[in-house]
């Protein structure tokens, strides 16, 4: 794990405090084992490094996303590039994944899908969203090399 994913994951652990939502790590779902999975959310976070983008990464990532499409889970992917240079920017596109800011932040988020246990905060009054800043974010894979690299 990059010291950029350890980072998310560190950020990932507060969504539990801060907002009663429960992220775990490498949760096995249909055989597979994501990187994180907010279960009650359909929520699947992939963090992609250079064997992802191979073609036979591509492959494998793309058949995995329709699998667990059909269960009904999103899967947004970063790639570790994007962790290193646009971090906030990557947090921010999952809380929004999630339901918790909006693009405009004169706009409350909604409520959560399930409530919050007792005792593990409440996001019924988020704290407004910072502007984004150096946000890049790719459609997609970008494409493999021909020596697969």
Do not use: W
């Amino acid at each position: 794990m990059t010291d950029d994913e350890k980072k998310l994951c560190s950020e990932l652990k507060q969504f539990r405090r801060r907002c009663g939502i429960h992220v775990r790590r490498q949760a096995p779902i249909a055989g597979y084992y994501p990187d994180f999975a907010i279960h009650e959310r359909r929520l699947i976070i992939e963090v992609d490094g250079e064997r992802h983008f191979t073609v036979d990464g591509l492959a494998r990532d793309t058949v995995r996303d329709g699998r667990l499409e059909l269960l009904g889970y999103r899967v947004p992917r970063f790639n570790t590039c994007e962790l290193a240079e646009s971090f906030d920017g990557c947090v921010e596109e999952i809380l929004g994944a999630l339901g918790l800011m909006s693009e405009n932040p004169a706009i409350a988020a909604p409520p959560l899908v399930t409530p919050p246990l007792k005792g593990e905060g409440n996001c019924a009054t988020p704290t407004p969203p910072s502007p984004l800043r150096g946000r890049v974010r790719g459609g997609g894979h970008p494409e493999p090399t021909a020596d697969g690299g």
